[in-house]
Each structure stands twice: as structure tokens, then as C-alpha cells.
């Protein structure tokens, strides 16, 4: 991917009873659980906000 679209953004976010958005990595983990998780107000925010701080870099700069 580097190679061929080095301008895209990636990130990673993982599931296993919380959730853990890594993002693009050059921000710390952000970790969600407990009643969060049952909150669909709490998470669309909080969705929206983590992809404007967790996932701003494209993978030529992130790749690392």
C-alpha cells in the first residue's frame, strides 16, 4: 500500500470486549469500554472525533 497509494490514510481499531483505536499511530491509544460500548450518542461523537485526531497522517508517514 505504501507503494501504490503512499497518500491514503490508514488506522487500525481493535474489538475484543472494548475498543481500542490505535489509528494511523502516532497518537496514544484511545480505549473504549463498559457502558460506553451500549451509548450509540457517546460512540458516533466519539467516532467523529477520533478520526479527525487518530487517523490525520497518510501511510508514507506513518508506515513505521
Request: glycine share 10%; net charge positive.
Amino acid at each position: 500500500m505504501q507503494k501504490t497509494n503512499p497518500d491514503r490514510k490508514v488506522g487500525l481499531v481493535t474489538f475484543n470486549g472494548e475498543v481500542s483505536i490505535i489509528g494511523d499511530g502516532t497518537q496514544n491509544l484511545l480505549t473504549i469500554a463498559g457502558d460506553k460500548l451500549h451509548n450509540y450518542d457517546f460512540l458516533l461523537q466519539n467516532g467523529i472525533e477520533s478520526s479527525k485526531s487518530h487517523f490525520n497522517k497518510p501511510i508514507k508517514e506513518t508506515k513505521k
